[in-house]
């Protein structure tokens, strides 16, 4: 397999979700979204996910997947797909929108994992 299909492939199930936060942000009413890259796994709408300040630190609280954001490939258009993984064009690029918390609550920097 050469390293252009190795980059592009699609993860591998029951590789935990692991998302690198890179900014936070709210909208009223809806909760938080943080924007980031996924970096391992894949997650999806609906998924429960555990915020964690630090890479290593324990989780501080749970949250769900209300959304999913991210560029169409090969355009400025925003899409909505139901799943998202680290494979692809974007490399696992994306925003997601978190219920049950506010932005305050994350900080970039943190990280949100589930395991698989």
């Known amino acids: 397999m050469g ?21 936070v942000f709210g909208v009223k009413g809806r909760g938080a979204v943080v924007a ?23 989780a501080a609280f749970s949250c769900r997947v209300e959304a999913i954001e991210r560029l169409a490939p090969g ?3 925003a899409e909505h797909p139901k799943e998202a ?6 490399q696992g690029r994306c925003a997601l929108l978190l219920r049950e918390q506010e932005a305050p609550a994350f900080r970039p920097g943190g990280c949100l994992t589930r395991e698989e």
Not at 39 to 56: E, F, H, K, T
């Open 3 to 23: 390293i252009f299909q190795r980059l592009f492939a699609p993860q591998e199930a029951g590789v935990p979700f692991r998302f690198q936060i890179e900014d």
């Open 36 to 58: 980031g890259r996924i970096l391992a796994g894949r997650v999806r709408v609906g998924d429960q996910v555990a915020y964690r300040p630090d890479p290593g630190a324990a």
């Open 75 to 77: 355009t400025r258009k």
């Open 85 to 90: 993984d680290a494979g692809g064009p974007l």
